[in-house]
């Protein structure tokens, strides 16, 4: 039988605000364990929380760039369980009235072009803190510095059908909540978490079959891999007469597969309540204009304009624009050149290139786009061709000096100066008669050979269209 897998995602981003989202505490990444508590976010009993209105902001600005509807008047809920690294017993969620819902994001997808993934919610909640398992010591211990600290759940509606569909809907999600500043995305930090929901059905049926919940995805290639290898385990089980049990299970990266944790929980199992601590929140439509007036230009607006203002294809136009910082990388190198696609090819293939093999981000890049944007000015002026330019690069990359100053070091300038280069190309075909002759045979796949020998001689620096040409007359 043909099964159906039907992936509906639920995301939680940590919200980028300097303080908590129900006390003053700061949100600091990576200080002393418990520096960052007092006693509201470690739960001592006759505190009051106090809503952070920067988190309210920053989840209407989410709101609106994933087309969701903001309701007006929203509630706080306690979900109530228990756990070591919750210390009120409840973490303070939104139940039955999310601060929004109804939205939609666009995805690319690989067999059927553009499609839009549903938001069923958004919904403001504060993270729980973080258990430290010492087995040496036998003992187990508690860090609260991320308690209270402000997350959007964001859940999607079970419009995904395949793992690369989920990929990309990730992706396009991560990539909005940093182009609006509200989220710094670190997925190694813990700052967007995934929960993959999956479930099979047979091909053709209205209703969804069981599913079970992944977690512990932090990248996207885990999500990926996790979900393809679920669907291929529920279809086993289902091919073999059996059922899928509605279930949490684990992603294992180490040994690509996933494993049972515990039953899923319902919600009534939460004993969901408004918390009587808080009044009902209500966002006026001056806060909501506000908020809209600094949203900036989002991908698919930018990806759009790339294509237009700059000529370029669709796809390297959607790669330039996966990542604010890349697109602003695109645009500072691109700006005082002519030839934009030559900025666009040089970043995708080999700026890209190195910050992959070395695993860095572009924050942390050794080259910055107006050393970049300099050595392309180079190509284009014709004073280096590619072959200098990859060096170039690779000393930029170790050396951190700018383009110029190597291109002179190196003695880099490309050769296009016609009789020098006349020599050069006569010279060549001296030293190698026989190949010569077979290539005037009819061997003509010994072109790059003389082509080789060639840039060997001027250590790549003769303009290759020039020497191209030379030879092509001279090898008649
Ligand atoms: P919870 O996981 O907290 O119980 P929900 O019931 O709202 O929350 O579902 C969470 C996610 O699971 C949503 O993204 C939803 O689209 C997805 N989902 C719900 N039912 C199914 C199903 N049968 N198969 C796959 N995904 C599902
Ligand atoms: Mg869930
Ligand atoms: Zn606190």
Redesign the pocket.
Known sequence: MQFEPVIGLEVHAQLKTKT?IF???STEFGKPPNAN??P??TGMPGVLPVLNRQVVTFAIKAALATHCRINQESRFDRKNYFYPDLPKGYQISQFALPIAEHGYLEIETQTSGQKKIGITRIHMEEDAGKLIHDPARARSMVDLNRT?VPLIEIVSEPDIRTAQEAGAYLRKLHSILKYIDVCDGNMEQGNFRCDANISLRPAGQKEFGTRAELKNLNSFKNVEKAISYEIERQTYVLEEGGQVIQETRLWDPAKNKTTPMRSKEEAHDYRYFPDPDLVPLIVDDKWIQDVEKDIPELPDEKCSRFVKEYKLVGYDAGVLTSSIELADFFEETAGPLKDKKLAANWIITTFLGMLNSKGITIGNSPVKAPAFSKLIQMIEDKKINANAAKTVFEEMVESLKDPESIVKEKGLEQVSDSSELETLVQNVIAENPDEAAAYKNGKTRLFSFFMGQIMKKNRGKADPKIVTQLLKTKLK
Do not use: P
Request: positive net charge.
């Open positions: 908590k006390c003053g505490c508590t007092c509201v976010c209270g």
